[in-house]
């Protein structure tokens, strides 16, 4: 039983983190909290304000015995199902990189101290792999367990730059994948194409305007203050 992700998990996870959740904060903005009825044949997910396309099941997570079960995992979806074929590309990029919770046909999550909160993250996580505009989740088997679908609408917006956001941004993609400060940084500057520089003492970059944009690190690695210069 595990406490934690892997090692190869929390490294893609750092990487990815930051602008995964800029991503989901603007994905649940936008779908709001609606309730919304999944057609997994004809991949949608629709409600009173439209309808979404693209979608795919990524996984459940029971509230019983507190393990995640991917979608091509299930003896009731299968990796043929429409919804799932999309998202053994999750599996593979598992297998390519070394990250077993991609692989496994059930991860176990009940060693950690939150498993819901678990699920939530290798949701996320794994839905980065693909791409696409957020994740929508919503309550299974009489509330003892959650699904998990992948939305790739691309009448979706996409998360941009923002740098009033960027220190909030950043420290809580650290909260999640504390593992390595560094990494989460520079993630989160390449994925909008930030030119950055990487000392002993700081990762400077340039936002997309010109401005700087410094994260401080302390001797043990750890981010200690974040500038973003010439914020609005």
Do not use: C
């Not at 998990?9 to 750092?14: F, I, N, T, V």
């Not at 930051?18 to 649940?28: E, R, S, V």
């Not at 220190?167 to 593992?179: K, N």
């Amino acid at each position: 039983m595990s406490t934690d992700f892997s090692p190869e998990l929390q490294s893609y996870g750092g990487w990815i983190a930051a602008a995964a959740i800029q991503q989901q904060d603007l994905f649940n903005e936008v779908v709001g909290p609606d309730s919304l009825q999944a057609d997994l044949d004809a991949r949608t997910l629709g409600g009173e304000r439209g309808v979404l396309r693209g979608i795919s099941l990524l996984g459940s997570f029971s509230e019983l015995d507190r393990t995640w079960l991917w979608g091509w995992a299930n003896p009731g979806f299968g990796p043929d199902a429409p919804a799932v074929a999309s998202t053994l590309a999750i599996r593979e990029f598992g297998e390519r990189h070394g990250i077993g919770e991609f692989t496994a046909e059930s991860p176990d999550l009940s060693g950690f101290e939150q498993p819901a909160q678990a699920a939530i993250t290798l949701a996320i996580t794994a839905g980065s792999v693909l791409g696409g505009r957020g994740v929508w989740s919503t309550a299974i088997n009489e509330g003892r367990g959650h699904v998990y679908l992948h939305v790739a609408d691309e009448q979706l917006p996409q998360a941009g730059f923002d740098a009033i956001a960027t220190p909030r941004l950043l420290m809580t993609a650290i909260s999640v994948f504390p593992a390595d400060h560094r990494q989460v940084v520079r993630g989160y500057f390449h994925h909008f194409g930030l030119q950055y520089d990487e000392g002993q003492d700081a990762i400077r970059g340039t936002a997309p305007n010109g401005n700087p944009v410094v994260v401080q690190f302390d001797e043990l690695g750890r981010v200690g203050n974040i500038s973003v210069q010439g914020k609005p």
